[in-house]
Every structure is written in structure tokens, then in C-alpha cells.
């Protein structure tokens, strides 16, 4: 399950750049810096999610390989003003079902 522009992930993708020049602008930061930190901010969560998708793939996905990942999405939504996706994130770091995880991903 690997995610690329114009999948169902774009949905997640979208949202959150919304929600980042809005969260961004009331952080204070200026017009002309938007962009170039919302367009970083969105390839590095775009990697994050086919990171999360290539360890989803295992049979047997490591405990500790899946938390960081999810870790690092839950930072990567909250720092761009998602803050719904990060808490869902942050609580699948608490969660043995991975289906459950597997499902949030393709719902988007």
C-alpha cells in the first residue's frame, strides 16, 4: 500500500494544507514565508505517510519502527495545524491493531 499524489491520501494531504496556512498565519508567520515552509511541511508528510504505508506492508511491521513513524506524522500534522489527524495519530501509537491503522490510511 503506497501512496503518491492523486491517491486517496491526497484527501489527508489537502486537508492539512488548508489548516496549515490558517494555523500558520495565526503563529504569526509572515505572507512570504508560507509557502516554502507549507510546501516542506507537506513533502515531508507525504514521505511520512509512504513510510507509514512501506512498514503497514510487513507481515510483522517492529514495534518500535511503527511508533516512530507515527510519531513523527503526529509532529509533522500538529506542526501544520492538523490537529484532529495528529491525535488520531498519536493514538494509534497506543493500539495493537494495525488493520485499524491500515484502515485510517485507505479511508482518505
Known sequence: MKFYKGSP???LL?????????FLREFGFEEDELE???AKG???LENTINHLAVVLEKENPEDEELDGVLHGLK????????HDAANKAERFRYTDDLDEIRRWLASF
Open 36 to 38: 516554502p515552509v507549507i
Open 14 to 22: 489537502n486537508e492539512t494544507k488548508e489548516k496549515a496556512y490558517l
Open 9 to 11: 491520501m491526497q484527501k
Open 75 to 82: 509532529g509533522l500534522l500538529f506542526q501544520l495545524g492538523n
Open 42 to 44: 507537506l513533502l515531508d
